[in-house]
């Protein structure tokens, strides 16, 4: 099991900057892939960025010059910091982790989630 936690999100003002994180705990997370994802009002879920226990990172199109993932084994931890933000960031943002699945950008495969938060992005 693993249990994860979200924080940093709220109102911000579009151009503005972001870093949400999420604690994790139950489990050895340094050998855990760790995602963002995300859901817009009305919308499916989608992917936003994802680390490799190893380090490796991807990120959707839409944040891919404006993101990055990073994580702290240390304290089991993995923030998302996403700048110049737009209207259509306005999500529910969720961590994610991957324990059994392969494919980082599909919900389907992430086995553990944490509750969401809220980003709302004022234009």
């Known amino acids: 099991q693993v249990q994860l936690v979200e924080s940093g999100g709220g109102l911000v003002q579009a151009g503005g900057s972001l870093r949400l994180s999420c604690a994790a705990s139950g489990r050895t997370f340094s050998r855990v892939g760790m995602g963002w994802f995300r859901q817009p009002p009305g919308k499916e879920r989608e992917f936003v960025a994802q680390i490799t226990w190893s380090g490796g990172r991807y990120y959707a199109e839409s944040v891919k010059s404006r993101a990055t993932i990073s994580r702290d084994n240390a304290k089991n931890t993995v923030d998302l910091q996403v700048n110049s933000l737009k209207h259509e960031d306005t999500a529910v943002y969720y961590c994610?982790?991957?324990?059994?699945?392969?494919?980082?950008?599909?919900?389907?495969?992430?086995?553990?989630w944490g509750q969401g938060i809220q980003v709302t992005v004022s234009s």
């Open positions: 994610a982790a991957q324990v059994y699945g392969s494919s980082w950008s599909s919900p389907a495969d992430y086995d553990y």
